[in-house]
Nanobody, 125 residues
Framework: QVHLVESGGGLVQAGASLRLACAAS????????MGWYRRAPGKEREFVAS????????YYADSVKGRFTISRDNAKSTVYLQMNSLKPEDTAVYYC??????????????????WGQGTQVTVSS
């Protein structure tokens, strides 16, 4: 059973930064691909970023490239999303996602099967 808990959301002004964290209750966290998704009001859930477990490779949506950085701390079973230069269009509920143990796939929606409850990020203009 994979349990994910996000934190770090909040209300900020455009141009500010936030760091989201996702704590995972997975004993073998180090071999799980991890990702972040978001759902804006009235829109479908969309991919934001992901990170492989095997080599730390990362993958980003075009809309956040150069502004967001995903990272992981395997010792703490935690994945982070550093968000800089936030824009009003980044307003959404952000969800942490876990892939399959030992999987080297981390770039497709179908690679992620477990989800957190989400944390709200609101960016005012």
């Amino acid at each position: 059973q994979v349990h994910l808990v996000e934190s770090g959301g909040g209300l900020v002004q455009a141009g500010a930064s936030l760091r989201l964290a996702c704590a995972a209750s997975i004993s073998t966290f180090s071999i799980y691909p991890m990702g972040w998704y978001r759902r804006a009001p009235g829109k479908e859930r969309e991919f934001v970023a992901s990170i492989a477990w095997s080599n730390g490779r990362t993958y980003y949506a075009d809309s956040v490239k150069g502004r967001f950085t995903i990272s992981r701390d395997n010792a703490k079973s935690t994945v982070y999303l550093q968000m800089n230069s936030l824009k009003p269009e980044d307003t959404a509920v952000y969800y942490c996602a876990a892939g399959s143990s030992g999987s080297r796939d981390f770039t497709r929606d179908s690679d992620f099967a477990s989800w957190g409850q989400g944390t709200q990020v609101t960016v005012s203009s």
